[in-house]
């Protein structure tokens, strides 16, 4: 089941009543089964949201978003018991040996770099050499591969109106950084989410350390996903002339969580296909698997 994602920009309450999430503002009021909400995403600095509400929300994982004053998002909240071996499946992923981590990193670096050259060919419709670059990444990417893709991949994505000059990536940087910051955001969000379900313990990642860092294993295992924000920007970029976010270009970017992702045997929305990845990693901690199991971004077999 595709679960829902509710964006609340309004000043609103938000409280429960028989399962389902009632949201209440001046315009208009609404019921919505908790059960069908995967991410709640909360931009006003007025909104209320209850203490039951909060509680069955994360009873049934879903991600509660918050944005700050920037309209970016800030924080969130997950549940921290929803795997019924939690214990057991923290005790394997502390206990990893570094070996593990490195060639989980190493793999997850492989198939990021593979997909920003895809990306990039199907934008410039030119060859590059991405793919012999993830042949190069070594355990643990001690080579920084990862770092030499990236150059060139920014230096040579082709973002409307950017006079062919390269996009300089910044956290706080101008347009279109607050459009991809946005997009990160929220699939740092919907990552941690696919994780905490799988039992996983977010702030202990395979190769992000920092200790003020509470969710390093989702930017760790995003990264391969992030071409799917960069390929939406472009195509919101190609749409639009707006350069600030607003409600129209949020729920745009909010479509990412539902695109389509391709797996040897099926395909899946995003959030289901992150939560496919998130299970692989839980079972190569556990030594049942020996491989990340990450998607293909796009339907390779599709020659249109």
């Not at 394997?92 to 770099?113: C, G, H, R, Y």
């Not at 919907?190 to 390093?216: D, E, P, W």
């Not at 002339?241 to 389509?260: F, Y």
Request: aromatic share 8%.
């Amino acid at each position: 089941m595709i679960k829902r994602t509710l964006l609340v920009e309004n000043k609103s309450s938000i409280t429960t009543k028989n399962l389902q999430l009632v949201i209440k503002s001046e315009i208009r009021e609404s019921a919505i089964p908790i059960e069908d909400i995967g991410f709640l995403v909360l931009d006003n600095p007025e909104i209320y949201l209850s203490l039951p509400a909060m509680n069955l929300i994360i009873e049934n994982n879903t991600a509660i978003i918050i944005c700050g004053n920037n309209h970016l998002p800030n924080g969130m909240f997950l549940n921290l018991n929803s795997h019924h071996i939690q214990q057991e499946i923290f005790k394997n992923q502390i206990e990893a040996s570094m070996p593990l981590k490195k060639q989980l990193w190493q793999q997850t670096i492989v198939e990021k770099i593979k997909n920003q050259g895809i990306l990039l060919e199907r934008i410039t419709e030119t060859k590059n050499t991405f793919e012999f670059l993830a042949s190069k990444v070594l355990s643990g990417d001690t080579s920084n591969m990862e770092g030499v893709a990236a150059q060139f991949y920014w230096k040579h994505f082709p973002f409307p109106n950017q006079e062919n000059e390269g996009l300089k990536r910044e956290r706080f940087g101008n347009y279109p950084n607050n459009f991809l910051n946005y997009g990160y955001a929220i699939l740092r969000a919907a990552t941690a989410r696919a994780l905490s379900g799988s039992g996983l313990l977010n702030t202990l990642g395979i190769h992000h350390k920092s200790k003020y860092n509470a969710f390093a294993l989702a930017d760790d295992i995003m990264e391969p996903f992030r071409p799917i924000v960069d390929e939406k920007v472009y195509q919101i970029m190609q749409k639009y002339e707006e350069q600030e976010l607003n409600s129209t270009l949020k729920a745009e970017m909010l479509q990412i969580l539902t695109r389509t992702v391709y797996f040897k045997e099926e395909k899946s929305p995003l959030m289901v296909g992150l939560q496919k990845t998130a299970s692989s990693l839980q079972q190569c901690f556990t030594g049942n698997r020996k491989k990340i199991k990450y998607p293909n971004l796009w339907n390779l077999t599709d020659t249109e």
